[in-house]
């Protein structure tokens, strides 16, 4: 069965900082990745999807950045981090073409408070 | 654009009470419904969903009926316990394109009393 971690599960960092949360997926191969932000209260606002290792596509402009450096493996990154970039941080990984109704699962989440 | 609504929370209900949380979407063709539920301070579970036309997604009591004559997707349950306290929400994938994307609903907030 698929499994997907992510990590830390907890951060507090100081403005200026930076970020890298790691995610990975077991259990398949060549998923479409995705990470997403949930502010306090808040729906949930996709960051960055990747169809492939090396392929990112960003859905709103932010001081984040994102990687896949393998197959199974997706980085959320910053350089300096902003008092806004507080907040809950989940991946999540679908099965892509094979899967035709694009049935996404996330994992546990990363709690990010930026002081 | 594709969008999600649903109802405005928080739901505060009683034990062994009837749960209803209206969505209706907006969507070009065809596109596959889905709800999560999001427990405190977890992630978010795939809850249930369904893919066409008069489809009933069901899990763990809960139920979902896709309604294309009315773009909904309510979500039901006819008695729920204090273990379903936790956010709901709606999404959906259109039909075509690459990397499907996920549009969720806002989120709605359940909380059960005992």
């Known amino acids: 069965s698929q499994t997907i971690h992510q990590w830390p599960a907890t951060l507090v960092q100081p403005v200026g900082s930076p970020l890298s949360l790691e995610c990975t997926v077991e259990?398949?191969?060549?998923?479409?990745l995705y990470w997403y932000r949930q502010a306090a209260g808040r729906g949930l606002q996709l960051l960055f999807y990747s169809v492939g290792i090396g392929q990112i596509s960003s859905e709103v402009p932010q001081n984040l950045s994102a990687s896949r450096p393998q197959d199974r493996q997706f980085i959320l990154s910053s350089k300096k981090l902003l008092l806004s970039d507080s907040g809950f941080y989940l991946c999540a990984w679908s099965a892509g073409a094979r899967d035709s109704q694009e049935t996404q699962y996330f994992g546990p989440g990363t709690r990010l408070l930026v002081l | 654009g594709d969008s999600v609504t649903q109802m405005e929370g928080p739901v505060t209900l009683s034990e062994e009470a009837f749960l209803t949380i209206n969505c209706t979407y907006t969507?070009?063709?065809?596109?596959?419904l889905f709800w999560y539920v999001q427990y405190p301070g977890e992630g978010l579970q795939l809850l249930l969903k369904?893919?066409?036309?008069?489809d009933k997604g069901s899990n763990k009591g809960f139920e979902a009926t896709y309604r294309k004559e009315t773009t909904s997707f309510h979500l039901e349950k006819g008695s729920v316990q204090v273990s379903d306290s936790a956010v709901y929400f709606c999404a959906l994938v259109p039909l075509v394109g690459s990397a499907r994307q996920l549009t969720f609903g806002s989120g709605t907030q359940l909380t059960v009393l005992p």
């Open positions: 259990g398949t191969s060549n998923p479409n």
């Open positions: 969507a070009t063709g065809y596109p596959s």
């Open positions: 369904a893919t066409k036309a008069d």
